[in-house]
């Protein structure tokens, strides 16, 4: 979208990458303004107002809360609308360059909103995705419908100018050169980095010294039972219907979480607390009760916390619900992954649409703030018209949050993918579609877009995190809370106590039989090193705000394998850089574990070591 605004000190001006604009003669990207910045046009009654995922303006007399406004009004001002992007010249300066230019017409007012961008021509509200790409708009004047009266307001043809990403389809080309296996970066460095065995004193004695510095933790606990088995599913999850497994596994996750205990002088504050699994509503209600308040018995909960669960709209009743919301649960996210019979009928979950209707009525009549709905895309027997049909489902529901994942297809570890035909499965180019589709229904039913497969509503805590550049990332996924370290009680659970990770034992035996021997279960992990950790927090700063400042003792390990990375990435407009710091543009939102990648040590001296070995060979 381009808003230009007649003002004597405030040019707005966008090119296909980023969004900028000169403000008192300083030029400006919308990414670097921050969230809350207010930017002063020189004039006492306007202040634009400026996030990165809209650009907005409020006229001081007439301020609104309302995701935005603009009015304009200069006479020689032409706009130009097309689905994917908004333009405008100023008649006296007329370019060829994709700009967006001052307007400000008595008589136009474009109104824009998180869900849709429109304007009001004359009185009528007309949104973009109204208008089709050839429609040339009239601002006002009888007669202008056809370029170019002299002195009037005209639309040109749409040719020279480019769209902004945030309305454009990303290339096909694009898409296929980075599609290319990338880690999800919830850990850096990633698991196949980290050690086969772990030297347990040492993560017990920079645990404590970790608590010491902050006694605020986030809590996870693997619950992995689940009563009947889809075939689609890369969770570590065990299959029984046999409801016994509830008692003996809740006692082990307690053992452990007295070793846990042991290991800290004082209360622990549980900010953040989350049951995945595996299905966490296999457990009874009871039990799931009995659980809990055992965790939170010696521990403190800030007013301000974030308690979540997943539940399998099969299965969640709503006393699951209520108990849970009673413990100080107040966020809930159930598995939908596709509507349709036939999709669902090959992943071997039934799952009628009603039920997920169901579970999140009973939700929001509970009083949980945020509900959660997972998608998958990529999925087999899935289909544009299919996916579409599920997305409107989902819509209908209007989710706090929705979690878009991209299937993944590891049949060497989830055995059960085998059990569907791989020429089921859509083609990469089928599965990009997929997501673009997906992605582009969720922005215009008005999701922000968060980052990796996570879309949520601008009222959403996420949303806020995210504008605020408070986002954070663990092995959760994105989260609003940033605690000093995540504890994760129960089989394959992942702690990361900021100075090492470690998971725990894989299968159930294993892990009883180290809990039982009061032992921690942790089998795997790795100490970050001063390098790691620098790293790792230029990977967070891309993939929870968009951006990076680099420091000056970094520059020479940036130079060495970073840089020529964010070059290419450049070239490609993913990243705006320099020896300062990077942004990301909005097209390379599309790209974060790819931008990741550019502070991926590990795997980039290793590909270069393979390199060099191959060459060498
Ligand atoms: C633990 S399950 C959610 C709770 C519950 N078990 C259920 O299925 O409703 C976690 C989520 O991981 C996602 N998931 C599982 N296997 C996946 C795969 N192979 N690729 C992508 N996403 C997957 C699904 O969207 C699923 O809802
Ligand atoms: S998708 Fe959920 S219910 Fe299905 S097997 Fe995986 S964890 Fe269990």
Known sequence: MAILLGLPKFEAHFRADCLVGFVRGQFVTLQEIDARYRVSTGLPKFEAHFRADYLGVFVLENIREAPLEILSGLPKFEAHFRADCLVGFVLENRREAPLAILSGLPKFEAHFRADCLGVFIRGRFVTLQEIDARYRVSTGLPDARYPIIPDTYHFYAPRHLLPLQSMQQVSLDLLQKYNVPIPRYTSYPTVPYWDETIDVSTWKSLFTQRFDESREISLYL???FCES?????G?????????????TYMLALLKEWEIYR??????????????GGGTPTFFSPGNLKYLIEHILADSDVPTEHEFGFEGHPNNTTREHLQTLFDLGFNRVSFGM??????????????????NVVQVVQWAREIGYESVNLDLVYGLPLQTLPRLEKTIQDALEIKPDRIAFYSYAHVPWTSKAQRLFDENDLPSADEKMQLYQVGKKRFMVAGYTDIGMDHFA?????MVQAHEAGNLHRNFMGYTVQQTGMLVGLGVSSISDIYYGFAQNKKTIQEYYEQINRGELAVFKGYFLDEVDQKMRHYILDVACRGKAHFAKEDLELLRQYTFHELDELALDDLVTWGEHGLIVTDLGKHFIRNICKAFDLKLLSAEVQKKTFSQAV
């Not at 088995?229 to 599913?233: A, E, P, S």
């Not at 969770?235 to 008692?247: A, M, S, Y």
């Not at 042991?262 to 049951?275: G, S, T």
């Open 337 to 354: 992954q596709d509507s349709n019979p036939e999709v669902q009928k090959v992943i071997n979950r039934i799952q009628p649409h009603a």
């Open 235 to 247: 969770c570590n999850k065990r299959i029984t219907t046999n409801h016994t497994v509830e008692e």
């Open 457 to 461: 509503l601008p009222g959403d805590l």
């Open 229 to 233: 088995l889809c075939t689609f599913c």
């Open 222 to 224: 693997h619950l992995p």
């Open 262 to 275: 042991a290991m800290m002088p004082h209360n622990p504050v549980i900010r953040e607390l989350h049951l």
